[in-house]
């Protein structure tokens, strides 16, 4: 089993800054992709931004330029730095990771328990 613990989402007003960072620890060979996900009250979960074992990104149009994620391999963690925050980007932020459990070629997905962020004044 593979455990993803989210920490750092809280409260902050329009245009301020928050980071969040997610650690992966159990049963890993190796990582694949580690991402974040969104969601908000009566919307889908969404795709924020994710990072490949090879450091390639991928990022939501609307947090292009705002939000930056990064990945240390070495310890398995994840992190998304969010700055210009609006009050759209309050949701959910669920961490995740395509996970190689050992050294079969099969990929698992795990989520994170999920962190609050809430823009507001």
């Known amino acids: 089993q593979v455990q993803l613990v989210e920490s750092g989402g809280g409260l902050v007003q329009p245009g301020g800054s928050l980071r969040l960072s997610c650690a992966a620890s159990?049963?890993?060979?190796?990582?694949?992709?580690m991402g974040w996900y969104r969601q908000a009250p009566g919307d889908q979960r969404e795709l924020v931004a994710e990072?490949?074992?090879?450091?390639?990104?991928d990022y939501l149009d609307s947090v292009k330029d705002r939000f930056f994620i990064s990945r240390d391999n070495a310890k398995n963690t994840v992190s998304l730095q969010m700055s210009s925050l609006t009050p759209e980007d309050t949701a959910v932020y669920y961490c995740?990771?395509?996970?190689?459990?050992?050294?079969?070629?099969?990929?698992?997905?795990?989520w994170g328990q999920g962190t609050q962020v809430t823009v507001s004044s």
């Open positions: 990072i490949t074992s090879s450091s390639r990104t």
């Open positions: 159990g049963s890993i060979f190796s990582i694949d992709v």
């Open positions: 995740y990771a395509k996970v190689r459990p050992d050294a079969r070629p099969r990929y698992v997905n795990y």
